[in-house]
């Protein structure tokens, strides 16, 4: 099981130098990969507060790593137009060479579409013709497309990915339409830790539902990397507040020793999880190096 951790978001405003920092602390103590949301403003207690754009951290960080792969956790189509954001993906798995997952979702929430302009009604019925054009041309370097919503009038993309078909594809949704809708064609699914509960056991549950529905749309599970953000609360956290993303049940983060949490992860690994992603409270360089000695203690 491959083991990432998230970036900060809005946990704290982080100059910009400091992401490149954990991120070289992150490819150093051993984690897989590395994540970013894609967003662009949260209304917390505190005021409203926004990210870094991510496709330029992405490129930043792939400029400054060499080894661990990087990736948005996930992509919002709805925020750039669908060739573009597929020529962004091709450029930051160029950077990095080959590190790249494009990970894409349809977006959630309101407050950020609003802000910055951008149509939130039929947002599925969108990402469906975004991913068709996206996919394409990372895949196949060109699309003739005409839609409802989206135009690529004979696009190519070029130059290409480093990588014959492009960077690997993950979906970020559990939705039965956006799994319909992508998986025939993605290489991985994920789901966030407030949607199934951040335990091992719903999320083996989540999977079940998710290998079903594979089937059904004529793929088979084993060809589907199955991935999952995991809460993990460390000394010094003090709840994890993000707008409304995680509001709800009250859900327990993975919390104790280095032994202890490494426990945990290794039995999410057992309910069929071959990547996972830590959100960690608090997020900072000591927090990624504290969690370098749980990798230690994983099998790799």
Request: glycine letters at 10%.
């Amino acid at each position: 099981m491959k083991i990432g951790i998230q970036l900060p978001e809005v946990e704290w405003e982080v100059p910009f130098p400091e992401y490149l920092a954990m991120g070289r602390v992150a490819e150093a103590a051993g984690f897989d990969s590395l994540w970013v949301g894609d967003h662009l403003l949260y209304d917390l207690p505190t005021g409203p507060r926004g990210p870094w754009e991510a496709w330029t951290t992405l490129a930043a960080i792939a400029a400054v790593t060499d080894r661990v792969e990087i990736g948005p956790l996930v992509a919002s189509t709805s925020f750039h137009a669908p060739p573009m954001l597929a020529k962004q993906a091709a450029t930051v798995d160029a950077i990095s060479q080959g590190r790249l997952i494009v990970g894409l979702g349809a977006g959630w929430n309101r407050r950020e579409y609003d802000a910055f302009g951008f149509a939130y009604d039929r947002r599925v019925s969108r990402f469906e013709e975004a991913f068709t054009i996206i996919r394409s041309l990372l895949r196949d370097g060109e699309i003739d497309f005409h839609g409802e919503y989206y135009d690529a009038e004979r696009c190519v993309l070029h130059p290409r990915s480093p990588r014959p078909g492009g960077p690997p594809l993950m979906v970020g949704s559990i939705g039965p339409r956006m799994l319909g809708i992508t998986l025939p064609h993605v290489d991985a699914w994920n789901v966030w830790w407030s949607d199934y509960g951040n335990t091992p056991e719903r999320f083996a549950a989540q999977k079940a539902k998710v290998d079903e529905l594979a089937w059904s749309v004529g793929r088979n599970p084993a060809t589907l990397t199955a991935t999952c953000a995991i809460l993990v609360q460390l000394e010094g956290g003090g709840g994890r507040q993000m707008g409304n993303y995680g509001a709800g049940e009250a859900i327990e983060p993975l919390t104790g020793s280095p032994t202890e949490i490494a426990e945990q992860l290794a039995v999410f690994g057992d309910a069929g999880a071959n990547h996972v992603q830590l959100v960690v409270d608090p997020i900072n360089r000591t927090s990624i190096e504290w969690l370098g000695e749980v990798l230690a203690l994983l099998p790799r």
